[in-house]
Antibody
Framework: QVQLVESGGGVVQPGRSLRLSCAAS????????MHWVRQAPGKGLEWVAV????????YYADSVKGRFTISRDNSKNTLYLQMNSLRAEDTAVYYC??????????????WGQGTMVTVSS | SYELTQPLSVSVALGQTARITCGGN??????VHWYQQKPGQAPVLVIY???NRPSGIPERFSGSNSGNTATLTISRAQAGDEADYYC????????FGGGTKLTVL
């Protein structure tokens, strides 16, 4: 079945780095744009970043631009999010999500279960 | 930046119709998507491009979009529909509304 599984979350001190991974299965990963979306505890959803199906383009939310890097390895069916210079306000559940082709990539039709990132000293 | 406004909460009696609104400047010119999120779970896409249902989503879920308001309508509301609902558009960046908590009484 179509599935996304995130990993790599944990507790990290402010200013440190963390890399999240998202393993995809059950679909042709290399045909889809992929996103990261986060949700702070008790808060709403916030889009973080997108990478095109072939990795040729990447876009970021202003809140993470210059600190986070999205990447992918289509040979491994895996999406990544490198998070540097982490701040307390980056504390959230991080979801990877697939861009919906039916919605021209503007919606998210498959989501992972999420991985929790806590930034605290 | 573009903003989407949702009511914090909506209540509906069991079996009745719930309507959740999403306001934005000329939102009728954009494609609006809706997500359902139950406690402790990942969001699920329930409506895309204003009024289309993904496979597996009941026909009780429908959407519309015109002018400055998009609406998610849930007919014959069930206890299992209790969740947070988010609208979302693309406007240079993927923008989410603040979410609406639906309570089924």
């Amino acid at each position: 079945q179509v599935q996304l599984v995130e990993s790599g979350g944990g507790v990290v001190q402010p200013g440190r780095s963390l890399r999240l991974s998202c393993a995809a299965s059950g679909f042709t990963f290399s045909s889809y744009g992929m996103h990261w979306v986060r949700q702070a505890p008790g808060k709403g959803l916030e889009w973080v970043a997108v990478i095109w199906y072939d990795g040729s383009n990447k876009y970021y939310a202003d809140s993470v631009k210059g600190r986070f890097t999205i990447s992918r390895d289509n040979s491994k069916n895996t999406l990544y999010l490198q998070m540097n210079s982490l701040r307390a306000e980056d504390t959230a559940v991080y979801y990877c999500a697939r861009g919906s082709i039916a919605a021209a990539g503007t919606a998210f039709d498959i989501w992972g279960q999420g991985t929790m990132v806590t930034v605290s000293s | 930046s573009y903003e989407l406004t949702q009511p914090l909460s909506v209540s509906v009696a069991l079996g009745q119709t719930a309507r959740i609104t999403c306001g934005g400047n000329n939102i009728g010119s954009k494609n609006v998507h809706w997500y359902q999120q139950k406690p402790g779970q990942a969001p699920v896409l329930v409506i895309y491009r204003d009024s289309n249902r993904p496979s597996g989503i009941p026909e009780r879920f429908s959407g519309s979009n015109s002018g400055n308001t998009a609406t998610l309508t849930i007919s014959r509301a069930q206890a299992g529909d209790e969740a947070d609902y988010y609208c979302q558009v693309w406007d240079s960046r993927r923008v989410f509304g603040g979410g609406t908590k639906l309570t089924v009484l």
